[in-house]
């Protein structure tokens, strides 16, 4: 699902923007802020389904080549963990694109 | 041998003046008769300067593609402040042209630093602060002691190096073990040699550490977590290749919840591509 509108807390600091892809983890995230419903776009405006599984093997190779990018912060942190979870997205993107082509 | 901040700034005067359209924008702001037809003017004299203008009025950073014709138009787009701040960024990305170091690849330098000023500045526009551009401007210029001392102090360059690949330290810590000072000290002194503003110099000389600005601790955090999320981004390094260690309390200072790391980014990538040609 992607954001319809901004996600804002009762004080107006935003917490996600409009356009943001959220799933699950999003939701759960939501309900632990106190965010009870949000305004999400029409099923067919959202982005092809992600190229399938992922290797476990590149999966795992592309967490440690981030680790060893990250390897001087407090890789445990919040903001880290959400760090790592991307930059792995982002190496294992285009090698999918490339396995899709 | 140490050379300290002052000496090398000193000797950076024979590298040349900052652009007169620099001082002639800096002026016209500061009498309070000018009207968009003179900035437009000064603008206009630099035709480089007014295409680049152009374009960056109608790029993804404003978001009004193709409709912006003239550069009264976009100075009313950007602000005027706003045009200053992008005029300091491309006069100094225009100091350095043509310098080789030897010690850097210019383009992967120039390729973090604006990766680090579009992080700001994103990071700036989450935060809702009222003038994101001031912040890419200090992105942009955080490294830029380092050109500096590689064209300034090269004979310790190689030792500075030489430390570093060891392994284990920080770049900035070894060339202030090897020179007495570091690149964010010689940044932020040769901003003040500029006669830019104390708040860009202040988030320069403390964008390793940030809890030390001495009230620019926002802009001082901001430009420490972009240089960080720069690097992690792997899209160039001005000598640094691993992101240095997050300071949690600078990101705390940003207010900004992690999960928006990600929305973050995507605005990051969706303007880097407009930025780069724009600067590069």
Known sequence: MILKAPVCNLDRQLLLGAGAVIGERHIRLFQSWGVLEVAVRDAECAPAASAGPVDPGAAELADREVCQVLVHQAIDSPLMVEVRRLLVGRKLRPRNLLEAA | MKASSPDMIADIDTLGSFPAVYQQLDEALNDPNSSIGRFSEIIEYDVDLTARLLRLANSSFYGFPGNIETVGQAITLIGLQQMQDLVTARCAIDFFKGISSGFVDMESFWR????????????????????????????????????VIYLKASDAVPEIFCRYRAGGKLLVDCEQAVLGTNHAEVGAALIRHWRLSPALAEAVRCHHRPHDAAGHLVDAATVHVADVLALALETGSSGQKLPPPLQPAAWNRLGLAPLLVEPILNDVDAQMEDVLALFL
């Open chain 2, 112 to 147: 973090h630093s604006i990766a680090c000023g579009t992080v700001a500045r994103v990071l700036a526009v989450y935060r809702r602060e009222a003038n994101p551009e001031r912040l890419f401007v200090a992105g942009l210029l955080h490294d830029i002691g380092r050109l």
